[in-house]
């Protein structure tokens, strides 16, 4: 499957997995770029080159499209950790998944409903269920680090300029989210 840098395809899809598997990018794409609710079926199979009935026959409806990213994506976060894949690559995905998702979540869109697995929060959640005493507090832990990494992946520029934190450099923000995470992560008895 050839793509041009810009992520658009340079040959037609042909076969079942083929254009699922175009379709699914250039939705990510463009769900991305715009959100869910300023892209139309029209748009993804353009991006794809394959025909609009096409996605229909696939996918359904677009809440069912919006899903199958959403999955496809934490699919694929989980994917390159289990490859080992470089943290710019994991990071590079973490945020295009976090950006489809708070598109879809500001365009109304029921994520937590259409996102039918959450692999890597599942992850985490098994990572540090033993620290804590109750289920609850495992989960309400790992809805903090969840939300605190969304976050920075999602508002790095605006905090790094509300609080003059551009000097600093990446490296010193990623110790830092590091530290709060790990702290989070310990064990809470309130």
Known sequence: MATKSTGQRTSTPFGRDEVAAAVLEAASDLFAEKGPAAT???EVAARSKVNHGLVFRHFGAKDNLVGAVLDHLAGR???QIESQASGAEVEEAL???????????LDGYPVGELQSSFPTLARLLDEIRPNFDTDVQARLAAANISALQLGWYLFRPFLQGAMALEPAGEDAVRASIADVVAEIGRTETR
């Open 77 to 79: 976060i989980t994917a």
């Open 95 to 105: 945020i295009r998944h976090a950006k489809v998702v708070a598109r879809a979540i």
């Open 40 to 42: 139309s079926i029209r």
